[in-house]
């Protein structure tokens, strides 16, 4: 791939702000490159709409960012769209660098000590065929206990401390007995990035005993990973763009708030 290629940014989209979760990861790996960041929140919540408008969505935008803004490589920064849409995005775009994100299943198997875990996502996730072959893939190694968050993303979406905190106490006491002794879930997998932004309410209401993981850091470095496969990593100044198709001042507070940044060219 040529320095011009090298030079374009690195497309990355979610149904709203839960994406910036694996961005800071992205940025802390890969703090040269230029990010584009589509946030869809014109059409959220992505896992309460199902698969078909989920894959709807993603391919259409995938084609916005290639072709009008000639990305290098596109982060799909949205368990509920990797889960509906990745098959397709790879059919479309053969030559395109694509990396999903999925719920942290294999790490989780590998970290815990009770061998029950639990699995927060979206309801699309959980009733995806991909996790399911996921699922079925992990459960030798441990028995996972799955809950559909309903509203947890869109609570965190509008900032509803309230909503967040009674919808995590809900889905929490639902998994199970959580803790460290047999019998009990010692390890919570974030399975939709929007959850990492409710991590303080999540700890608070799992206890310290709990181990809670998510995706951000190992999709970072498989972006760095094949981008270094194809020479075109990027050794200029870094940056950032933002777009949405929801209203500019939710993703540019958002991005302020979670990275400490604002967008550095204007809202598409
Ligand atoms: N952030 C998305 C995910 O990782 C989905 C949130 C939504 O329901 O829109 O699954």
Redesign the pocket.
């Known amino acids: 791939m040529s320095s011009t290629s090298a030079n374009r940014p690195i497309g990355i989209f ?3 702000i ?2 910036l979760s694996v961005l800071a990861a992205l940025r802390a790996e890969l703090p040269h490159e230029r990010f584009l960041y589509f946030s869809d929140a014109g059409h ?6 199902g698969g078909d408008f989920v894959a709807a969505r993603s391919r259409a935008i995938a084609r916005g960012l290639v072709q009008a803004r000639g990305i290098k490589a596109l982060v799909v ?7 509906a849409a990745i098959h397709d995005l790879r059919g479309d775009w053969p030559e395109l660098p694509l990396i999903g ?1 999925e719920p942290a299943l294999k790490p989780a198997a590998t970290l815990t000590r009770t061998g029950h875990i639990g699995v927060l ?2 309801r ?2 959980l009733a995806s065929a991909k996790f399911r072959a996921l699922h079925d893939s992990q459960t030798p190694l441990a028995r996972f206990h799955l809950i559909a968050c309903d509203g947890l ?2 609570a965190i ?1 509008r900032d509803d401390a309230a909503q967040i905190d009674a919808l995590a106490a809900r889905y929490l006491r639902a998994l199970g007995p959580l803790g460290a002794r047999a019998g009990q879930i010692d390890t919570v997998v974030l ?5 990492p932004f409710a991590l303080a309410t999540l700890r608070r209401h799992a206890g310290p005993d709990v181990r809670l993981i998510d995706t951000g850091a190992p999709v970072a470095q498989q972006t760095r990973r094949l981008l270094a496969a194809r020479g075109a990593l990027h050794e200029g100044p870094g940056a950032l763009t933002l777009e949405t198709s929801g209203p500019p001042e939710a993703i540019q507070a958002a991005a302020a708030r979670w990275l400490g940044v604002r967008s550095e060219h204007g809202l598409g």
Do not use: F, I, M, Q
């Not at 399975?191 to 959850?195: A, Q, S």
């Open positions: 979610d149904s709203g839960g994406g959220a919540p992505y896992g309460e709409r920064a949205c368990n509920t769209a990797t889960a994100v996502a979206t699309g996730t993303a869109s979406e399975g939709c990035t929007h959850y």
